[in-house]
């Protein structure tokens, strides 16, 4: 099952989510895509940000300039289900 990397902000202004569009074989292989997301959030917005291992998978949080929170995690991509 391929895995995508998500981030949302979690506190703060709204803003929309940001995808990463790349996907990932497994969800080792998408902790670094977390690790490249959240680097790129903090570098892009001037944040600050560390990443916290949850239920054995890492999980990214950067903390903005503008005051925002952003959680940045891997998630399961079932892909658009038929409609047939």
């Known amino acids: ?8 902000v979690i506190h703060g202004p709204h ?5 990463d569009r790349q ?3 497994s969800a ?3 902790g670094v ?3 490249q997301l959240t680097h790129s959030i903090s570098s892009g917005q001037q944040g ?10 890492p999980v990214g949080y950067v903390v903005t300039r503008d005051g925002r929170m952003w959680l940045v995690q891997a998630h399961a991509w079932r892909g658009v ?3 047939d």
């Not at 803003?15 to 995808?19: K, L, S, T, Y």
């Not at 600050?48 to 998978?57: E, K, N, P, S, Y």
């Open 33 to 35: 895509g977390v690790y």
């Open 1 to 8: 099952m391929p895995y995508i990397v998500v981030a949302e």
């Open 81 to 83: 289900p038929d409609t």
């Open 48 to 57: 600050a940000a560390f990443v916290l291992r949850r239920r054995d998978r």
């Open 23 to 25: 996907a990932f074989c």
């Open 28 to 30: 080792a292989c998408a």
């Open 15 to 19: 803003a929309e989510p940001v995808v």
